[in-house]
């Protein structure tokens, strides 16, 4: 398919209002902090302790997240935590010495900042909630962990899921590999952010018990899958992130149960079929569906209830409609792309109620006919491409506000462009 133009590259989802504030954490340790849990100290540790030699009550506590398995494998995460611990002298680390679930929170915390390679984050003699990455509430308790940027390359470890107070999971930009983990999803997880890592399989089971998760966002990975129908339970959704995975089958009609879903982002996966009515709520700000490449037939028209929508993207697919009226209902949209499909009819005059519009994008369609003058009404406009359809006529000084433009094309059209006009617009034509 033909490339749209850099300039036409969409906003990113932060453009978005945030719907979810990060905890503010530190990522340095401080000079003064005590010796940390290095790569290199670790494997020595376990080969003079290993996680058999914990004392009894703190092997009894891991043999309840972890498996004897994993604890036996001299290189997992799991093993080195243990052996950690066993190293860590300070009250800290002994379910004895502090209680059982401080204990597990610790343990985990550790076996997960060594998966993502941070073993400096993890201290010995430093209260957990001290460690880089990790954010507690008054009792101690973790509630939050927030780590960027990260070389680990192992696997997410279950044993997150024993943290009974864990709301908020960032790990982004990393090298977190295999599938993700169903014991994430628990009651009190809000907000789970896996973006831009090598997770692969499918999105687990039992999302449903996570029945107070606000935004899932495991954007940039190589997820498979459908979204299963189990999948609707999560009524509390706000933020729902797919883009840029392998995920396919069809989109489902239960998507319209999300009543509080305000960002819907599926863009680059391989989805078919055609786009459910049931794909917009009336709150709706954000929808990208766009470069599946295989979902085809009409554009629906009850995206038009969508009221709040700003962003709506359906480039790259095979949509073959002409433009539903109901379209011209949504006054808050600021990006409009349907780049690269087949659709088809004249561009209507109520193109020229959308007065917020600021990119709109209509190349390489089958539209025809002329350029409705309306458009001139939209005085906040900035980039406008309407380049390999059948429009003709002509553009004229004064006519169209396009020569005011930051980027304007027009080729593979048969319209008369003004030469005035082209030669501020940089346009040619036929």
Do not use: K
């Amino acid at each position: 398919m033909s490339a749209e133009p850099s300039m036409s590259a969409q906003p990113s989802i932060s453009a978005v209002p945030t719907i979810s504030a990060e905890p503010s954490v530190s990522n340095e340790p401080t000079s003064s902090s005590p010796p940390s849990m290095t790569p290199s100290v670790a494997p020595s540790v376990l080969a003079e302790c290993g996680a058999d030699s914990l004392d009894t009550a703190g092997a009894i506590v891991i043999a309840t997240v972890t498996s004897a398995e994993d604890l036996a494998d001299p290189t997992s995460a799991q093993s080195l935590a243990a052996a950690f611990l066993q190293a860590d002298t300070s009250d800290l680390s002994s379910p004895e010495t502090t209680t059982t679930e401080l204990f597990l929170e610790r343990y985990a915390a550790a076996s997960f900042l060594i998966s993502a390679g941070l073993t400096d984050n993890a201290q010995a003699g430093v209260d957990t909630c001290s460690w880089t990455g990790i954010t507690c509430d008054t009792s101690d308790r973790v509630t939050a962990i927030v780590i960027d940027s990260f070389t680990g390359g192992s696997t997410l470890p279950s044993e997150l899921g024993s943290m009974e107070g864990l709301t908020q999971l960032f790990a982004t930009n990393g090298n977190f590999v295999g599938s993700v983990p169903d014991t994430l999803f628990t009651e009190t997880m809000t907000v789970i952010d896996l973006s831009n890592n090598a997770l692969n399989g499918s999105l687990p089971e039992n999302v449903c018990n996570a029945t107070g998760l606000v935004d899932l966002i495991v954007t940039g990975n190589d997820l498979t899958g459908n979204i299963a129908e189990n999948f609707f339970c999560l009524t509390t959704l706000e933020f729902l992130d797919l883009s840029s995975n392998s995920m396919s089958g069809e989109i489902p009609t239960q998507l319209g149960l999300l009543s509080n879903l305000l960002i819907l982002d599926l863009f680059d996966n391989f989805f078919s079929g055609q786009i459910p009515t049931e794909i917009v709520n009336p709150g709706m700000l954000y929808l990208d569906i766009s470069f599946q490449f295989d979902l085809f037939g009409a554009i629906p028209t009850e995206i038009g209830s969508a009221a709040s929508l700003t962003l709506l993207s359906l480039s790259q697919n095979f949509l073959d409609s002409a433009l539903p009226t109901e379209f011209f209902n949504l006054g808050a949209l600021t990006y409009l792309d349907l780049f690269d499909n087949a659709l088809s009819g004249t561009l209507p005059t109520q193109v020229g109620t959308l007065g917020s519009m600021q990119s709109l994008f209509l190349s390489f369609n089958s539209f025809e006919g002329t350029l409705p003058t309306e458009l001139g009404n939209l005085i906040n406009i900035a980039t406008f491409t309407a380049h390999g359809n059948l429009f003709n006529g002509s553009i004229t000084d004064g006519v169209h506000p396009f020569c005011d433009l930051s980027f304007v094309e027009f080729t593979l059209n048969c319209l008369l462009v003004s030469p005035n006009c082209a030669t501020q617009c940089f346009v040619t034509d036929v």
